[in-house]
T-cell receptor, first 116, second 107 residues
Framework: GALVYQYPRRTICKSGTSMRMECQAV??????VAWYRQSPQKTFELIAL?????????EQNFTQEKFPISHPNLSFSSMTVLNAYLEDRGLYLC????????????FGHGTKLSVL | GQQVQQSPTSLVLQEGENAELQCNFS?????MQWFYQRPGGSLISVFY???GTKQSGRLTSTTVIKERRSSLHISSSQITDSGTYLC?????????FGQGTKLSIKP
């Protein structure tokens, strides 16, 4: 079956430092990967959508300078939160799919980011 | 405005009661999905792209895409059903989430 492993599950970083999270697809080819954030007391917001062989598309309020994403092959993606501050804390979720946009997204368990 | 509206925001029930959760979409959509979010945060897909009525154990989803609505019914609720239920719509390759319904089942 299709599985998505995301790590670390939890992380704490000091204010102003950076933190990298990774996403591994198992059992399928992750042609596109979506990164989401759920801030405290809020729902999931799409940060960016990455499709292999295409430019990464960031949503409004999210930039490559702040959340650089790497999607080097069909099984792996990573995202870094640069210069993390209090407003960056929350649950970061990666979702991956094989094929076109009509295909189902499979989600990892998420990375919970706390910022001190 | 919000493209995905869920109601109620929160729901407290006694164990054994039935729960009814609603999801309405303000725009046309390609498909939708129901998720259960564990207290730890991870998402579990409950129903993927349902149309009409679908059942999985004590959970029943009724979706009418043309009318842009979906409901999730939980029968004979159990304490372990507690958590947040999220619906999401897919449009142009993006999954857009509702705010969620926080369900609390009391003994």
């Amino acid at each position: 079956g299709a599985l998505v492993y995301q790590y670390p599950r939890r992380t704490i970083c000091k204010s102003g430092t950076s933190m990298r999270m990774e996403c591994q697809a198992v059992g399928f080819q992750a042609t596109s990967v979506a990164w989401y954030r759920q801030s405290p007391q809020k729902t999931f917001e799409l940060i960016a959508l990455s499709t292999v062989n295409s430019a990464i598309k960031y949503e409004q309020n999210f930039t490559q300078e702040k959340f650089p994403i790497s999607h080097p092959n069909l099984s792996f993606s990573s995202m870094t939160v640069l210069n993390a501050y209090l407003e960056d804390r929350g649950l970061y979720l990666c979702g991956a799919r094989e094929g076109g946009t009509n295909e189902r997204l499979f989600f990892g368990h998420g990375t919970k980011l706390s910022v001190l | 405005g919000q493209q995905v509206q869920q109601s109620p925001t929160s729901l407290v029930l006694q164990e054994g009661e039935n729960a009814e959760l609603q999801c309405n979409f303000s725009t046309s959509l390609n498909s939708m999905q129901w998720f259960y979010q564990r207290p730890g945060g991870s998402l579990i897909s409950v129903f993927y792209n349902p149309s009409g009525t679908k059942q999985s154990g004590r959970l029943t989803s009724t979706t009418v895409i043309k009318e842009r609505r979906s409901s999730l019914h939980i029968s004979s609720s159990q304490i372990t059903d507690s958590g947040t239920y999220l619906c999401a719509m897919e449009r142009w390759g993006k999954l857009i989430f509702g705010q969620g319904t926080k369900l609390s089942i009391k003994p």
